[in-house]
């Protein structure tokens, strides 16, 4: 009985602390220049350009898009309609994410 109930409380607790994490990631506009590489190429995704460093997936659009974020597991992080320019959205953890806008889909490790 005991280890029953040890087990619901500690599923509620993941559970609530993914729900506040998940809460947490938000893309935000911003004019920082992006340096590095990017994870595709432009000239074949409409000149979008998908930078992943140090815990940060940015995102270059030259339009209106809609993005969608994924674990490599599948499980959706962030799903967001991003204005023309540059947009950054911080993930609590590294990993390999997938990034999903319209029929392009590109892996990203940060």
Do not use: C, H
């Not at 911003?30 to 940060?56: A, H, L, M």
């Amino acid at each position: 009985m005991m280890k029953r109930l040890l087990a619901i409380l500690t599923f509620v607790l993941v559970v609530g602390l993914n729900q506040v994490a998940q809460a947490e990631v938000q893309w935000r506009e911003t004019n920082r220049e992006v340096q590095g590489k990017t994870w595709n190429d432009p000239r074949n995704s409409d000149g979008i350009e998908i930078y992943g460093s140090k815990g940060v997936i940015t995102i270059v659009t030259p339009k209106r898009i809609t993005v969608r974020v994924y674990t490599i597991l599948g499980q959706m992080v962030s799903q967001a309609t991003l204005q023309p320019g540059t947009s950054e959205l911080r993930l609590g953890s590294r990993g390999i994410y997938l990034i999903k806008i319209g029929n392009l889909t590109q892996k990203v490790a940060i």
